[in-house]
C-alpha cells in the first residue's frame, strides 16, 4: 500500500510536465512578423527580406531566422531555403584571344569562352584616346554563327572623360565569341589597328543590372566638404552593404567622371572598434556623346560602387558617401542609396495555415535543412509579402527557469528516477518480509 501511495505522488510530481500543450518553436526569438499570402495559396513561396530582419537578428549570417506555421491543430517549425540574388562566385574569368588579325583596317579576333553562361565581357585593349565599334557573334561547337550585336567601346580619359572596353552582351553560352573592331579618334577619323592591341578579355561573373538590390539606406543631405560632396547615413550592425548608389536629379544630363568614396566606421568607441573601419574607393560617370558619320553615338554610365560594408562590423556603422570634385561644379545629386542584395526565404505551403517570420536570438544556431540542399527554385513562386514587425508575445529568453520548468526535457530522467525509487521500496519491503519470516 505504501509502495502504491509512493508511486501515485511521484507520478503525480511528474504529471505536470509531461502534459499539456508542447512550447511554440519560436518561443525564444525575440521578434516576428506574419508572412501575407494569397488565400488559398500552396506549393513554394518566397518572401523578401528587408534591412529591418538583419538589423534585429542576433547571430552573424541571420542564423536566428525561424518560419513557424499554424494549422487548425498544432503549430510547427517549416524548413526553408535562403537564396541570394546575384551570381554564385564574384571571380572573374579569363577569356583568351585566339586568331588575332588586321583585315581592311579592321581589327578581327576570337575570344574563348570560360564554360557556363556570361553576360558581359571586358575587352583587354591596348590602346588609349579611342571610340570603337565592335561587331561581336556567337560560334557554336559545330561552326554556325549567331551575330550577338554591335556595341560601343570608348576612352575618353585625355578630356577628363571614362574609358569604358565592357560588351554588355545578352545571356550567352557559346564556346567562342567573333569580334570585329573598328577604332577612331574621338574626333571621327580610323585608328589603324594592330593585332598587338588585344590582350584578351575577362568575364565578369554576371551583369550587374541582372542583380536584385534591396535598399536598406538613404539620404538627400548632402553635407559639402571643401570639394567634397558627403552623404552619411547609420546602418545598423548585421546589416550587408554590397552596392552604394548615387541618384541624380533628372534634369542633369552631362558627361561627367568622380571619384567616389564609401568608409564606413563602427558607432562603438570600445576596444572591440578599434581596427574596424572600413572603405572602398572608385569613381562614377557618364558620357553621353551623339555619333559622327561611321562613329557610334555613345549613351553610357556608372553610378554605383560595388562593396562590402557594414555586416563585418560588429555595431552599428556610421557610412559616409563621397564624391571628389575637384575644380568641377558638385554633381545635382538627389540622393544616395546604401543596398544589400535581394535575399528570399522560399518555402512550401498549403491551405488553411498561416506563417509567421520569427528571429531575434544569440544564442540559436544556422538550421541545417534537407528542404534547403535539395532546393529547386519554381519558375513562378507564390510571392509573400512581410507584415510589421512586432514582439513575439510568447517570447521567453532562452536558458531561464521557465524554459526550464516548461520544457519536458528532463521528463525521461525523471521517469527513470520514479522507476527506481519505486523498485526500491518493493525491494525494501520484501526484505522486511522475509526477516519477519525468518525471526
Known amino acids: 500500500m505504501r509502495a502504491s501511495a509512493i508511486t501515485l505522488l511521484l507520478l503525480w510530481q511528474i504529471g505536470p510536465a509531461g502534459s499539456g500543450r508542447a512550447p511554440s518553436p519560436g518561443r ?12 488559398g495559396a500552396s506549393g513554394q513561396a518566397c518572401v523578401v527580406l528587408d534591412a529591418a530582419v538583419f538589423a534585429h537578428t542576433q547571430s552573424d549570417g541571420a542564423g536566428d531566422i525561424r518560419i513557424d506555421a499554424r494549422d487548425a491543430e498544432h503549430e510547427f517549425e517549416v524548413p526553408f531555403a535562403l537564396t541570394e540574388s546575384g551570381p554564385a562566385t564574384l571571380d572573374n574569368e579569363a577569356a583568351a584571344q585566339e586568331n588575332g588579325a588586321v583585315r581592311n583596317g579592321t581589327l578581327v579576333f576570337d575570344l574563348s569562352m570560360p564554360s557556363g553562361d556570361y553576360t558581359d565581357v571586358d575587352l ?40 569604358s572596353t565592357i560588351l554588355p552582351l545578352p545571356d550567352s553560352i557559346y564556346p567562342t565569341l567573333h569580334v570585329e573592331l573598328r577604332l577612331f579618334t574621338p574626333e571621327g577619323q580610323p585608328i589603324v589597328p594592330s593585332a598587338s592591341m588585344i590582350g584578351g578579355a ?25 570639394h567634397w560632396s558627403a552623404m552619411t547615413m547609420i546602418v545598423p550592425a548585421h546589416v550587408p552593404v554590397e552596392r552604394a548608389r548615387f541618384v541624380l536629379k533628372p534634369e542633369f544630363h552631362e558627361s561627367f567622371l568622380r571619384d567616389a568614396t564609401v568608409a564606413a ?13 572600413e572603405g572602398v574607393s572608385g569613381h562614377i560617370f557618364r558620357v553621353t556623346r551623339g555619333g559622327v558619320p561611321g562613329v557610334p553615338p555613345i549613351n553610357s554610365q556608372v553610378l554605383s560602387i560595388n562593396t562590402v560594408i557594414g555586416a563585418n562590423l560588429r555595431s552599428p556603422a556610421k557610412i559616409m558617401m563621397s564624391i571628389d570634385n575637384g575644380s568641377a561644379a558638385p554633381l545635382p545629386i538627389a540622393r544616395a542609396e546604401l543596398e544589400m542584395r535581394e535575399r528570399k526565404l522560399c518555402f512550401e505551403t498549403r491551405p488553411a495555415t498561416s506563417y509567421t517570420l520569427r528571429y531575434g536570438d544569440a544564442d540559436l544556431s544556422a538550421p541545417s535543412y534537407g528542404y534547403a540542399r535539395r532546393f529547386v527554385a519554381a519558375a513562378k513562386p507564390v510571392v509573400g509579402i512581410l507584415g510589421p514587425e512586432q514582439r513575439n508575445p510568447n517570447y521567453m529568453r532562452s536558458g531561464t527557469g521557465e524554459e526550464q520548468r516548461s520544457s519536458g526535457r528532463d521528463l525521461p530522467w525523471i521517469l527513470l528516477i520514479a522507476t527506481i525509487s519505486v523498485a526500491g521500496v518493493f525491494a525494501l519491503q520484501y526484505v522486511r518480509h522475509r526477516r519477519e519470516e525468518i525471526g
Open 124 to 163: 583587354d585593349l591596348n590602346t588609349k584616346n579611342f571610340i570603337g565599334l565592335a561587331q561581336v557573334a556567337g560560334i557554336a561547337e559545330r561552326g554556325h554563327s549567331t551575330p550577338l550585336g554591335t556595341f560601343a567601346v570608348f576612352d575618353l580619359s585625355a578630356q577628363g572623360l571614362a574609358r
Open 202 to 226: 575577362t568575364v565578369p561573373p554576371a551583369r550587374e543590372e541582372q542583380t536584385a538590390y534591396v535598399t536598406v539606406a538613404s539620404s538627400s543631405i548632402i553635407e559639402p566638404q571643401g
Open 28 to 39: 525564444h526569438l525575440l521578434y516576428q512578423r506574419e508572412i501575407v499570402l494569397p488565400p
Open 265 to 277: 566606421s563602427p558607432m562603438e568607441n570600445g576596444i572591440a572598434a578599434l581596427g574596424a573601419a
